[in-house]
């Protein structure tokens, strides 16, 4: 199907891991982006992508890694995950003009015990 | 951090009652878009505004975009439980960055 899609949906791993979320989208967008959602907080932006292998820092980038080797992937890879870093992640595709519409994936659920 | 605030954080209203939620950036705006998000759902996109003074209405929400392009504002009328979410304005950063505000969560009371 067509669409943005994360995966996994639910992720449950041990402090100090490497854990790798997966985001795909078939628009070919130009753009992707990954964001964290907290309880009480709003959408803050990890990492950004213009286009295959050019990616950016966002907002709140310590502790994670992404790559953009196509233009359809985008994962986000937490090198030794933290407490901290359990979250909701969502990940956004857009066209390539300034005018357009993001798209959200379903989001991931982590949780680092 | 963001450069764009959104007020107020929560909003409490009675079923068919209006209220209003607001985006104010420190910067002038290119434009503005407005995304709800359902109690454990995604984001979706609402609407944009580019112009000066720009309205736009959607059904019983109504969205407007300040004239010196620095602040926005969506009126909804006539509350319905429908409308319980989290609604974000956003703004195109410097470098294609896509942020948003903190977000006006809404709580309907029937």
């Known amino acids: 199907d067509a669409g943005i899609t994360q995966s996994p949906r639910y992720k449950i791993t041990e402090t100090g891991r490497q854990v790798t979320l997966m985001c795909h989208q078939t628009?070919?967008?130009?753009?992707m982006f990954w964001y964290r959602q907290d309880l009480g907080h709003g959408l803050r932006l990890i990492y950004y992508?213009?286009?295959?292998?050019?990616?950016d820092k966002g907002e709140v980038p310590d502790g994670y890694v992404v790559s953009r080797s196509k233009t359809e992937n985008f994962p986000l890879t937490l090198e030794s995950a933290t407490r901290s870093q359990t979250s909701v992640y969502f990940c956004?595709?857009?066209?390539?003009?300034?005018?357009?519409?993001?798209?959200f994936g379903q989001g991931t659920r982590l949780t680092v015990v | 951090g963001q450069q764009v605030m959104q007020i107020p954080q929560y909003q409490h209203v009675q079923e068919g009652e209006d209220f209003t939620t607001y985006c104010n950036s420190s910067t002038t705006l290119s434009n503005i878009q407005w995304y709800k998000q359902r109690p454990g759902g995604h984001p979706v996109f609402l609407i944009q505004l580019v112009k000066s003074g720009e309205v736009k209405k959607q059904k019983r929400l109504t969205f407007q975009f300040g004239e010196a392009k620095k602040n926005s504002s969506l009126h909804i009328t006539a509350t319905q439980t429908t409308d319980v979410g989290t609604y974000f304005c956003?703004?195109?950063?410097?470098?294609?960055?896509?942020?948003f505000g903190g977000g006006t969560r809404v709580l309907v009371k029937p």
């Open positions: 956004a595709s857009r066209g390539g003009t300034e005018n357009t519409e993001a798209f």
């Open positions: 992508s213009a286009a295959a292998d050019i990616t």
């Open positions: 956003t703004q195109k950063a410097a470098g294609n960055k896509l942020t």
């Open positions: 628009w070919s967008h130009s753009y």
